[in-house]
């Protein structure tokens, strides 16, 4: 009887619908530039809020830049948020991340950090 108080316990969190979200970072470094793509991924249609920061850190200083908007969740898979591109030299690193919202509720966040 315990394991099944236990199994309800966990399963609790997905019927409220937490965890039902994702944020996936992409990142491709190809001829001195760094591409990343964020994706989003969840119940189909939902309607979501997302920021994206990305910060730039160099000996000069740090530059933050966001981006923000909403994005109606693909039916199948995951779906792009935004692109990015940054320029890349040595000595500089980035930090971008990703945080998902439905409301005013945070349902997901990822961080990457390049170079790692």
Do not use: C
């Amino acid at each position: 009887m315990a394991w099944l108080l236990a199994f309800m316990l966990a399963l609790a969190p997905l019927a409220r619908g937490e965890g039902a979200y994702g944020v996936r970072i992409a990142a491709a470094p190809e001829g001195g530039v760094l591409t990343v793509t964020p994706f989003a991924r969840g119940p189909a249609d939902r309607v979501l809020r997302y920021e994206v920061r990305a910060e730039q850190h160099s000996r000069a200083g740090k530059s933050t830049s966001v981006q923000a908007g909403t994005v109606r969740l693909a039916p199948r898979g995951e779906t792009a948020l935004s692109r990015l591109s940054f320029a890349l030299s040595p000595g500089l690193r980035y930090e971008i991340i990703v945080r998902l919202f439905e409301g005013d509720a945070p349902v997901g966040e990822s961080r990457l950090a390049y170079p790692q």
